[in-house]
């Protein structure tokens, strides 16, 4: 379950865009122990204030936090944190100037202090691994994602030759259904990205689909759509299927969010 949980990567995550936005997401997942639950919220409450300043600066697009589940201590991360580039150089070397975001965040604190709430982080949470991710393909929604969303994390392992044919079936042929569920009312947002590290054959993952529902009404409503395919179609859309290794589903909820 560890190993599963150390690829999955659901918001994620994240936002409807035009290809000219493209999104680039840094996935953190975080494993917190019980008695450590209300430590790390207050923790990740600190840091939330940070990345609104960082938004206001446009060194990020935007930071989401998600609860994950099942959840339990062993089974590898509780907690995941989301934060959204629209650019991949930023995103892989941490651009920005923290220490403006950090001083307007918290303009009255004194540096003592606030050495002392760096300090405290990292004894609130284990940081056990991070994803880098490039969106690829959205349905066409006006989904805003907003707090307490439910989102379906889908992993999928591909072969390294087959990315551009998966990409293709999930683009031209899945997204139909999923623009279907999202015009019926039992979908949100459906979005695929592609994992760009860590990479290779022993990785667990190559791509994750994103299934973003309002509340847990609509979650279980989703496949009641009635979508219709061509011969041609059903033939493209088992090509597909072939091409991919539908590993693991997990599931997230939104509970906060900056923007």
Known sequence: MKKILMILAVVLFSCNVNAQDKLYLLFEFMHVDNEQQTAYWETE??????????????????????????????????????????????????????????????????????????????????????????????????????????????????????????????????????????????LGSWSLARIMFPYGSDTYASHMTFDMFKDYTQFFNRGNENVTYSEEEVKKMNEGIALRDMKFTYIGTLVKKVR
């Open 45 to 186: 409450a600190f840091w939330e204030k940070i990345h609104q300043e960082r938004v206001k600066n446009g060194d990020i697009v935007g930071w989401d936090l998600w609860q994950l589940q099942p959840g339990g201590e062993k089974q590898g991360a509780q907690f995941l944190t989301v934060t959204v580039y629209n650019d991949p150089v930023k995103m892989m070397s941490g651009a920005g100037d923290w220490n403006a975001a950090l001083k307007a965040a918290y303009p009255d604190m004194s540096e003592e202090d606030l050495n002392t709430k760096f300090n405290e982080a990292p004894k609130t949470r284990d940081l056990t691994h991070r994803l880098y991710l490039e969106d690829i393909a959205n349905t066409d929604d006006d989904f805003d994602m907003p707090v307490g969303t439910i989102a379906a994390m889908n992993m999928m392992k591909v072969e390294q030759g087959n990315y551009g044919a998966y990409e293709k079936a999930e683009n031209e042929i899945f997204k139909k259904d999923h623009n279907e569920a999202v015009k019926n009312g039992n």
